[in-house]
């Protein structure tokens, strides 16, 4: 046997009804020959914009904080995406003997500054900032002031987090060859409110490999 559950929401209408009616009870309807209102209309009319914002507003800002955090978590599991293609095009142009160059990038006093070539370390590890992934055209980014590809922490306010540096370790598995690779976290940045803009290791651990 099914057990309907109770609804506990607020019964916001209810409410409001209740308040007119208690309005009308007591003789507080609108004549047509007032010329403002009343004392009673006036009270109604705060207890429900009362009403209304202490049940509608705390959900909208629920709504949209749950709408960045979604939005948010896509965007580490595009990073993984992007960090993945730009190891294999970094490594298959060393292997081909390929003189295609991707390149290092920063953001530094509001302008995209390009630095060194990108190049697989000893350790068979590559490190870049996140600015370098938009600015080789592996992640879309979005579009700043001055017109420039960025990368944009859409949960902490759109805080600009192009110089967030990540490591990316290619692994082969010795006994199914199979590839992956690992992407970790390197530094992190606060923006002006004392907060963290740049994924953190638990963060890159649940996106996409």
Do not use: H, W
């Amino acid at each position: 046997m099914k057990i309907k559950r109770q609804d506990t929401s607020i019964p916001v209408f209810s409410y409001v009804m209740d308040i007119f009616l208690l309005y009308n009870v007591y003789g507080g309807y609108m004549r047509l020959d007032n010329k403002g209102f009343t004392l009673v209309e006036v009270i109604a009319v705060v207890a429900i914009i009362t009403i209304l914002s202490v049940v509608v507003v705390p959900s909208v800002l629920n709504s949209i904080n749950n709408g960045k955090q979604k939005s948010y978590e896509v965007l580490v599991g595009d990073i993984k995406i992007a960090a993945k293609e730009l190891y294999e095009e970094v490594y298959s142009n060393e292997l081909l003997g390929d003189t295609s160059k991707l390149y290092q990038y920063s953001y530094e006093s509001n302008n995209i500054v390009k630095e060194s070539e990108i190049v697989i370390q000893k350790d068979n590890s590559i490190v870049v900032n996140l600015q370098a992934l938009v600015s080789n055209g592996f992640l879309s980014g979005s579009t700043d002031g001055n017109k420039q590809k960025v990368i944009l922490n859409v949960r902490e306010d759109n805080a600009n987090m192009g110089n967030c540096s990540i490591r990316i370790v290619r692994v082969v598995n010795p006994s199914s060859n199979k590839v992956s690779y690992k992407v970790s976290k390197i530094n992190e940045i606060e923006n002006s409110k004392g907060k963290n803009i740049c994924p953190t290791q638990d963060e890159y651990d649940k996106g996409v490999s």
